[in-house]
């Protein structure tokens, strides 16, 4: 006997999923906006309700906590970037140098919405994925850039290079300093290449008892 069963599928609108993401985006934009003048811990889902002109259930719906809001800050940000696909062409320190000067260019060239995502991740206890994913890789490319040092200097370096090449130095170095992404990212690939030569030469990080 032929079985004549069918696997149902869930059925997706095209016409939802686009009013979905276009209410996503006045959630965000709304969200961009209230950083000018808030913290990001003051601000509340009525507020985004209120600027995005959305209930406050249907923000709750599409961004339930503060880890949705920032994640979402950050795919439109890498979206805008391309910042997913350079961080796979990472394989060497010079490399790393290179996407540190397009992170900062990048910065300033999507300005808005790179400083939402910097005000709003600077939470270390609630960093988003891409952050703790480049954190990683600042720590393989010490590894195999240094491999004579230890792992605790890995991580040193790595923490040090991190500092460097942030949202929170870029937005810093433009607005206290007056220093633009075209560049702080040079400024960023030199400081990690000296770092790196003093270490070639015999003078790896302080160890602290």
Request: a negative charge; one cysteine or more.
């Amino acid at each position: 006997m032929t079985d004549t069963t069918t696997t149902s599928r869930p059925y997706r609108s095209p016409l939802r999923e686009r009013q979905a993401s276009a209410t996503r985006g006045l959630i965000l934009d709304a969200l961009v906006v209230l950083l000018e003048e808030q913290r990001a811990d003051e601000i509340t889902n009525r507020e985004l309700a209120d600027a995005s002109g959305v209930s406050e259930r249907t923000v709750y719906r599409h961004f339930p906590d503060r880890d949705a809001l920032l994640a979402g800050l950050v795919d439109r940000l890498e979206t805008l970037t391309n910042s997913e696909d350079r961080i796979r062409d990472v394989e060497s320190l010079a490399d790393f140098q290179t996407m540190a000067e397009r992170f900062m260019n990048d910065s300033d060239e999507h300005f808005v919405a790179a400083r939402a995502e910097a005000l709003f991740n600077a939470d270390p206890r609630k960093f988003s994925q891409a952050t703790r994913a480049r954190s990683k890789l600042a720590v393989d490319v010490v590894a195999a850039s240094a491999p004579h040092l230890d792992v605790r200097d890995h991580l040193h370096i790595a923490a040090l290079m991190r500092c460097l090449v942030s949202a929170q130095a870029w937005l810093r170095m433009r607005e206290e300093f007056g220093v633009p992404g075209s560049e702080s990212g040079p400024l960023v690939a030199w400081a990690i290449g000296a770092m790196f030569n003093e270490i070639e030469r015999g003078n790896p990080p302080p160890h602290t008892p």
